[in-house]
């Protein structure tokens, strides 16, 4: 069974910062990995996706994650924060049979001034 | 309007009362998905219709209810809910799921219903 972990349950930067949001996964296989970011009141918008092609996979808004399967990592970065920014970020992995995606419990940003 | 839309977005209930939750995707996706976002939970996938039949209830209690008249429509009755089932319902697409039942497409997300029940 796939499940992912983010390690960080909220992260503090300031604008113009890097960003460094962590996920972890498991899974039997090599699996499609996701992040979406919901912002207050909005659904959920993909930011990247990664389907076992090129490893590090860049998104909108400056986004960027680094698949590495040695490490079953999917750290989503970007390398100077906006106050836009400031979202609940969530890591997912796609299941092997069946058709659910599984969803981290999230990862709140705050970018301060 | 183009996307996922939900309505309505606020939505306030009793127990015995019976609502339902609409979404509509203008996207010529196949794939339609309910799910219940909890405060402090991950995302919880209730349903999945792939060409309007219903491909997974992940054992969702049958106080919700859901249809799917066409590809672009997909809708959650609700009846005699608990307080506990109070949170953000999202509605997403996907182009379709494969044969093979893996799911890699991307999913589009609209805004979502804030459900409180009394």
């Known amino acids: 069974a796939q499940s992912v972990t983010q390690l960080d349950s909220h992260v503090s930067v300031s604008e113009g910062t890097p960003v460094l949001l962590r996920c972890n996964y498991s899974s039997s296989y090599s699996p499609s990995l996701f992040w979406y970011v919901q912002h207050p009141n909005k659904g959920l918008q993909l930011l990247l996706k990664y389907t076992s092609a090129a490893t590090l996979v860049k998104g909108i808004n400056g986004f960027e994650a680094e698949f590495k399967k040695s490490e079953t990592s999917f750290h989503l970065t970007k390398p100077s924060a906006h106050m836009s920014d400031a979202a609940e970020y969530f890591c997912?992995?796609?299941?092997?049979?069946?058709?659910?995606?599984?969803f981290g419990k999230g990862t709140s940003l705050l970018v301060t001034p | 309007e183009t996307g996922v839309t939900q309505t309505p977005r606020h939505l306030v209930m009793g127990m015995t009362n019976k609502k339902s939750l609409k979404c509509e995707q203008h996207l010529g996706h196949n794939a339609m998905y309910w799910y219940k976002q909890s405060a402090k939970k991950p995302l919880e996938l209730m349903f999945v219709?792939?060409?309007?039949?219903?491909?997974e209830n992940n054992s969702v209690p049958s106080r919700f209810s859901p249809e799917c008249p066409n590809s672009s429509h997909l809708f959650l009755h609700l009846h005699t809910l608990q307080p506990e089932d109070s949170a953000l319902y999202l509605c997403?697409?996907?182009?379709?799921?494969?044969?093979?039942?893996?799911?890699?497409?991307?999913?589009?997300f609209g805004p979502g219903t804030r459900l409180t029940v009394l």
């Open positions: 997403a697409s996907s182009q379709e799921l494969t044969a093979a039942g893996l799911n890699t497409d991307t999913q589009y």
């Open positions: 997912v992995v796609s299941e092997d049979s069946g058709y659910a995606l599984n």
């Open positions: 219709y792939n060409f309007k039949e219903q491909t």
